[in-house]
């Protein structure tokens, strides 16, 4: 039995359609286990949100007896801003903003991310400075994308 497919199975079908789960990680053997549940929605999500699928979910684990007598520590938690994007569903929610995306031939681009398009992200791409300023659309694969985060700027 693949455990994080299955506590991802029981996270979605406890989410309304606007939210999805991004990533289930299970620590390992080390006493008590850590299951931690990242979710996302197309609006974002709540502390009030994780906090009941927390109940949730902690509930269905424990009546199914998923970890036996085992301890486990459950966590349900939004990503960090210092995630990489994982699903084509989160850029389209950060439509706007600047991202950094590493390829898989460890070349870097940055940008605005003006739209997803199909199998694609369009960034909008600002090269040289003052009167040379240019700026230029690329189109970047979800095939090619190794990595992609969302710049944070304090201005």
């Known amino acids: 039995m693949d455990l ?6 029981l996270a979605e079908k406890n989410l309304s359609p606007q939210k999805f789960v991004v990533d289930v990680a299970i620590s390992g053997k080390k006493q008590p286990r850590r299951v931690v549940v990242v979710v996302d929605g197309d609006d974002g999500m709540s502390i009030d949100d994780c906090a009941e699928l927390s109940r949730t979910l902690s509930k269905e684990l424990d009546d199914r007896d998923f970890f ?14 210092d995630q990489p994007l994982k699903l084509k569903r989160q850029f389209f929610k950060n439509t706007g903003r600047n991202l950094k995306v590493v390829l898989k031939d460890s070349s870097t681009a940055t940008g605005r991310l003006k739209a997803v398009i199909d199998e694609k992200l369009v960034l909008e791409h600002e090269s040289g400075s003052g009167r040379k300023k240019e700026l230029r659309e ?15 700027s304090f201005k």
Do not use: S
């Not at 994080?4 to 199975?9: F, L």
């Not at 301890?71 to 960090?80: A, F, I």
């Open 4 to 9: 994080a497919g299955e506590i991802r199975k």
């Open 138 to 152: 690329i189109e970047i694969p979800f095939d090619d994308i190794d990595k992609a985060f969302v710049l944070i």
């Open 68 to 81: 036996g007598e085992e301890n486990y520590l459950l966590e349900v938690t939004t990503p960090g801003l």
